[in-house]
């Protein structure tokens, strides 16, 4: 009988059959997809940073090294297991060509470096060591995706008179510095042409790498390298921070993904419901008939169960099948940047997990449904051949003294949702659900495009930015360009930062390192999610990473160590970074020359439009400064996680359309099912079928113009606290969209009533020319 059932089903309902599995296998996809994707992440950078040996502290430095005062020390702490220091030769941007232009805009530190002995090796697109002969060289992925590299495409470094052209042999992967938001990149090139460029050309900088016995015992061995005096003049960066840095643009375009993927979930389960509503809908005559001739409602529930539990079944099998190829879509980025780890028992495991929670879902919102069963009376059912409207509002509009009172069909449709509101209430649900989950991911990328994201990295908007590294000269190169900026006629305003590092007191008592910017903050002001910038030199503000963990709010105490002594300076103000791991602070304070990070200046033209020429002469007079504009800065620090967010844009816009569209369409035919008499009854009367149809064609545009309005208002509410939500743990706590009036408030809209507005008018065809008799039996 259940043979023959299904059967039955396929032939006679293929549209709400094929409907029903669609969902399910969106369902089914979208959560296996999310899913594995969150794995893959998680497993790949395990996979990566195992084959690379990545290690658990680096003490990045520059300057003269005391190569045996670092080795005596190591030698003599217990915590260590391994050490090395591995030696980098910065190259200028402006001495390296992947064509015929130098990278001189690029703002990423070029490291050339040899494949180091024992541990954080570099590795190829096969997660192997790098291997590379004289006059080769292995090239960032970075580079791969960003200029189109391929195997065999040259790398030359020119200055002066050396010139060394190098044969593209590899890419490489890096644990410490894959992603675009850390502004180094390592190339890996022989020991031999090492030397020669050392001789030739470049600064020399320095890795000081620690692998420990007990990777829990990091910030013992932190407290104890500080409190050692040893080289120090660079950050100090650790294994948890590698691992954030290397999430966070696949984490979050993961985030969207889950966000949205159970949203979608909980469409589809209301399209499910409308399915199987129209189903009953559709077959209550037969349902009667059974029940009268003896078959018990248990016994009928269990058959229609039977048959959504194949349909189900079978669409979760196709869904998590489909998902191992849609989720290429979204791993496209991971398995450049990491490579994809070995699949273990445990990743299929939890899609499946997954995929059957979907299916234990859909089978729990199936057998809450059939109990409408119960309500089914076998002479009532006979007699009328419909459920019948319950929960019916008593509320009544006069047609007399309606504004509407001259266009029936509009009155009879507002009539229809006042009166039936609790029948509308989910298919509004799902118009003001598709409507926040297509603004959401535009808004948020149009916020990451805008030049105000800046602010979100810790940096205040001006139209250019000069960035000075460290070099032996570096000192007085800044003195120049001050001089250079301060006496330029063309620059309207400037503002020169540089970021040291200073000892700050921890709540145990000892010192951690802390990353200071020092300067004027009024200039190019940042937004404080509390407090306000610092204004006197007892005063600094910390980014939202650093209050949280130090546990510091405005107005609180921080002992800093200043001039060789204590100074407790109270907290201003609280920004976001999602910069250097988050870390970072400002301050008005003097600073030590030998801790000095960087130097940067910003300044504003006062013609815009010389921004480009400006650009070019200040690249020329203080090379090798790093010299961007603000959008050239935040394409190359976000460009890949814009991309990714790009993608998965267009991918849930067209998901979120097509089941607008598969849900409206499902709604009419259950509601022009349910209305069957009184269409009966409205010909009689002598309305034309336009105008019937005008009316049901009014009901989805007066639900659909509420779900937008409403969608709308909560996308651009909840949307950023959602979004600020994911972004927390990256150092932005608190995003604010910067909104496309056109997009947010026209474009997509416009795109969400066309398709819904389209799938109205296809779908009430249903409604045919017949007789008045012919519909009244029916």
């Not at 195992?50 to 658990?56: D, G």
């Amino acid at each position: 009988m259940l043979a023959r059932m299904l059967q039955n089903e396929f032939r006679r309902k293929k549209g709400i059959t094929l409907t029903l599995f669609i969902f399910v296998l969106l369902a089914a996809i979208l959560v296996a997809s999310g899913t594995r994707m969150i794995i893959e992440l998680t497993h790949s950078i395990e996979h990566l940073f195992t084959q690379s040996k990545t290690p658990h502290v680096v003490q990045m430095h520059s300057g003269e090294l005391d190569r045996y005062k670092v080795n005596e020390w190591t030698q003599a702490n217990e915590l260590v297991d391994q050490y090395q220091i591995v030696d980098m030769i910065n190259v200028d941007g402006s001495h390296v060509y992947f064509g015929a232009e130098s990278e001189k805009g690029s703002i990423m530190d070029m490291d050339f470096v040899v494949q180091n002995k024992d541990f954080d090796y570099l590795l190829n697109m096969n997660n192997e060591k790098v291997q590379v002969n004289n006059g080769e060289i292995a090239v960032p992925v970075y580079y791969l995706q960003e200029k189109q590299l391929q195997l065999g495409d040259h790398v030359v470094i020119q200055n002066g008179t050396f010139n060394r052209s190098f044969r593209i042999v590899d890419f490489v992967r890096d644990a410490q510095m894959n992603p675009s938001i850390i502004h180094s990149k390592r190339f890996v090139i022989s020991t031999h042409d090492f030397q020669m460029i050392q001789h030739n050309t470049g600064e020399t900088e320095y890795l000081i790498e620690f692998r420990l016995l007990d990777p829990s015992k990091t910030n013992e061995f932190i407290q104890t390298y500080q409190h050692a005096g040893l080289p120090n003049s660079g950050p100090l960066v650790t294994y948890s921070l590698f691992q954030l840095l290397n999430a966070l643009t696949d984490g979050v375009v993961a985030a969207v993904i889950i966000m949205v993927s159970l949203i979608l979930i909980v469409i589809a389960i209301c399209c499910i419901r409308f399915t199987m509503l129209a189903t009953i809908e559709e077959d209550y005559r037969e349902i009667s008939v059974m029940k009268a001739i003896g078959i018990s409602g248990r016994d009928i529930r269990t058959l229609y169960l039977s048959k959504y539990v194949v349909i189900a079944g079978l669409a979760c099998i196709v869904g998590y099948l489909s998902s191992i190829f849609v989720n290429r879509l979204f791993t496209s980025n991971i398995m450049l940047y990491m490579g994809i780890a070995p699949t273990t028992w445990l990743n299929e495991a939890l899609s499946l997990f997954a995929v059957a929670a979907i299916f234990a879902i859909v089978l729990g919102c199936c057998i809450l449904v059939l109990r409408r069963f119960n309500q089914i009376s076998a002479i009532e059912g006979l007699r009328s051949g419909s459920l019948g409207d319950t929960n019916i509002s008593t509320m009544k509009l006069s047609l007399s003294t309606s504004r509407w009172s001259r266009s029936v069909p509009i009155f009879l449709a507002l009539q229809d949702v006042i009166q039936r509101k609790r029948m509308f209430q989910l298919i509004l649900l799902v118009f003001t659900v598709s409507t926040i989950i297509i603004i959401v991911p535009v808004n948020f990328l149009n916020t990451l495009r805008a030049p105000s994201f800046i602010s979100y990295m810790g940096v205040g908007q001006s139209d250019i930015r000069i960035d000075l590294r460290y070099s032996e000269d570096v000192e007085q190169r800044y003195t120049e360009l001050l001089e250079h900026v301060r006496t330029d006629n063309d620059v309207l305003q400037y503002s020169p930062l540089v970021t040291s590092q200073f000892n700050v007191r921890n709540n145990e008592g000892g010192y951690d390192h802390l990353s200071v910017e020092t300067g004027d903050f009024n200039i190019f002001p940042l937004s404080y999610l509390s407090g306000s910038a610092p204004k006197t030199d007892n005063e600094i503000a910390l980014s939202d990473t650093n209050s949280r963990e130090m546990d510091k709010k405005v107005g609180d105490p921080l002992v800093l160590i200043v001039e060789g002594r204590e100074k407790t300076v109270i907290v201003s103000g609280v920004y976001q970074d999602v910069t250097n791991g988050g870390k970072t602070a400002k301050a008005l304070l003097p600073y030590d020359k030998d801790r000095v990070l960087w130097y940067v200046v910003s300044l504003d033209l006062k013609d815009a439009s010389q921004i480009r020429d400006k650009i070019v002469a200040y690249e020329q007079a203080f090379a090798p400064a790093k010299v961007t504009d603000l959008q050239g800065y935040l394409h190359q620090t976000l460009g890949g996680t814009i991309d990714q967010l790009k993608r998965v844009t267009i991918a849930v816009l067209i998901v979120s359309l097509l089941v607008s569209i598969l849900i409206t369409s499902l709604f009419l035919r259950m509601l022009v099912a349910k209305d069957h008499g009184d269409i009966a009854i409205l010909r009689s009367l002598g309305f034309a079928l336009s105008n019937i149809k005008l009316k049901y064609v009014t009901i989805t545009l007066i639900l659909l113009s509420i779900g937008v309005l409403a969608g709308t208002v909560l996308a651009n509410t909840v949307g950023p606290w959602i979004i600020s939500a994911i972004m927390s743990s990256f150092g932005a706590s608190h995003i604010e969209f910067v909104i496309n009036p056109w997009q947010a408030y026209i474009l997509c809209p416009l795109l969400l009533a066309s398709a819904i507005t389209i799938a109205a008018l296809l779908s009430i065809q249903s409604i045919r020319e017949a007789s008045i008799v012919q519909m009244i039996v029916e």
